[in-house]
Nanobody, 121 residues
Framework: VQLQASGGGLVRAGGSLRLSCAAS????????MGWFRQAPGKEREFVAA????????YYADSVKGRFTISRDNGKNTVYLQMSSLKPEDTAVYYC???????????????WGQGTLVTVSS
């Protein structure tokens, strides 16, 4: 699976952005998908994940209620809608794919290149 993330940019606090991650491969619809982020000088951290069906979603406490993960299996794409952005959301955001959510949380899935999100105060 090859993953291509896009949609990052510079936004003011309180604003919104939508990240996209396009995947190649015929088995996309069978993969759990997730987003992680890494701020300068910090470890990569979990943001959100969605099961292959799109029915179940999971969020880090820090983004719950502000971010929404979704997927379109027909377009082989997963999205991260980010609202009410805060300066502490500034990071490089990475998408990842794996057979289960558990695999994603161990950082053992497939990874795309990151997309930078900068939130100014």
């Amino acid at each position: 699976v090859q993953l291509q993330a896009s949609g990052g940019g510079l936004v003011r606090a309180g604003g919104s952005l939508r990240l996209s991650c396009a995947a190649s491969g015929r088995t996309f619809s069978r993969y759990a998908m997730g987003w992680f982020r890494q701020a300068p000088g910090k470890e990569r951290e979990f943001v959100a994940a969605v099961t292959w069906s799109g029915v179940n979603t999971y969020y880090a406490d820090s983004v719950k209620g502000r971010f929404t993960i979704s997927r379109d299996n027909g377009k082989n794409t997963v999205y991260l809608q980010m609202s009410s952005l805060k300066p502490e959301d500034t990071a490089v955001y990475y998408c990842t794919a794996g057979p289960t959510i558990a695999v994603l949380t161990t950082l053992s899935g497939y990874w795309g290149q990151g997309t930078l999100v900068t939130v100014s105060s």
